[in-house]
């Protein structure tokens, strides 16, 4: 049987579970939280929480079946709570989400064949097959799709599955060819090395697209990595170099004749618990360094570790996109790149789009949730 007793003192319910499992609810907390704070349909909070005594007190709790009702004394309100959910909303462990997929770090020992591929009739008619192909790009970081039709919107159908493309300065769809007067080393013919596309931005964008509509050039091959990797293998190697990395940031910065976009960021972000949350490296875009004198000499020798790993071979993964293919990344993780092309021998033409990481996620969680229900 489940135990609901009030602690008076602390001004907290506890709840001991019929398994032994216990949690406290402080009263505020349960009064914040009282099914009646919601709208009904927006599902939003409505409930003020100045209307709510800071230090309010129970009057009386009972438990009926599945439910404990706790009446309030200061109005008389009374609250009633699902067991059930109390047990899930526990205060102290963070709700599980269903978009939480651990990362699983890869390195150059790795062919195409190995990436996970969607194939795009299915990822369009399938919400389970979406979903499957959403969670295998989240866990690798980088996907390929294949079987696309032989149409510029093809590319772009399947990422609208997901959700709405963001738009940068170089638009929402960005066409990745040798071009008269290019304000982007991309549309040249000339080699990309490893980089992560607008750490200048605000916000870089979180997954990158990239259809091949064409790639019958010499060259032009793809080559990809996985920067967390890379990191991870650095915090071991070189950690002064990894807490230069993570700890100072630099200047980045884009600039053309309308624009003139810059932002201060860390090469390598963590999060509270110190895992790698993201990457930001882009040698083209990285602006004048800034920092004190006495520390450059430092920064530029973890800089440059950096860099050699990125032209390490054990990292990267190199294949031709083909006509009909999509490679799918996540561009705050997976560092891309190309080899120069000779325009003079056919055509390469890739189409790029982004959807940012909250849109991929929000997919996850929904696909997850009309999965269970
Ligand atoms: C880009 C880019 C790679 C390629 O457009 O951001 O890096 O293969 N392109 O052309
Ligand atoms: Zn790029």
New binding site residues.
Partial sequence: MTVVDQLRAQRMLRVIWPDGTQANFPFIWLRDNCPSAWHPETQERMQDLLAIPADLSAHDVSVEGDCVTVAWEDDGHRSRFSLDWLAQHAPGRPLPDPAEIAAKPWRGDIARQDLPTGDAASLLADDGALAHWLAETRAWGISLVDGLADDPQAGMAVARRIGFLRETNFGTV?E?KSKPNPNNL?YTAVA?PL?T?LPNQELPPGYQF?HCLANEAVG?G?VFADGYAIAEDLRRNAPDAFDLLSTIPIPFRFHDGDVDIRRRHEVITLDDGGAVTEICWNAHLADVFDMPAETLAAYYRAYRAFMAATRDPAYAVEFALRPGEMVVFDNRRVL???AAFDPATGHRH?Q?FYVDRGEFDSRLRVLAQTAGS
């Fill in positions: 960005f990745v991309a990309l980089h596309d990239l032009g793809s891309h790149g190309r890739l790029g």
